[in-house]
């Protein structure tokens, strides 16, 4: 089991900046791949970021690309993204899960554990 803590969420406003946290405890893999989901109101979850543990490989929606950076602590089990020049569309609850299959895949039917989801919001 690994257990996931997500932190760092809030309100912010266009164009501003937010970092969130996803601390991963018990059964940790080093091959294990984390990402960043996100899910608006009335919309399908959808895939943000996610980077190897081990090899540093990252990967991003278009959507997000140039804004966001996905980064991890292996000393720390944390994983990290910053949210730069924020827009109201990136308004949602985002969520950390983690994937056993060391290949990174956006879908999240190969994410085997997620966290309980932080909340951003972004005002116009």
């Known amino acids: 089991q690994v257990q996931l803590v997500e932190s760092g969420g809030g309100l912010v406003q266009a164009g501003g900046s937010l970092r969130l946290s996803c601390a991963a405890s018990?059964?940790?893999?080093?091959?294990?791949?984390m990402g960043w989901f996100r899910q608006a109101p009335g919309k399908e979850r959808e895939f943000v970021a996610a980077?190897?543990?081990?090899?540093?490989?990252?990967r991003y929606a278009e959507s997000v690309k140039g804004r966001f950076t996905i980064s991890r602590d292996n000393a720390k089990n944390t994983v990290y993204l910053q949210m730069n020049s924020l827009k109201p569309e990136d308004t949602a609850v985002y969520y950390c899960a983690a994937s056993p299959v060391e290949r990174v895949y956006s879908s999240g039917k190969f994410y085997s554990y997620w966290g309980q989801g932080t909340q951003v919001t972004v005002s116009s």
């Open positions: 980077i190897t543990w081990s090899g540093g490989f990252t």
């Open positions: 018990g059964r940790t893999f080093s091959s294990i791949v």
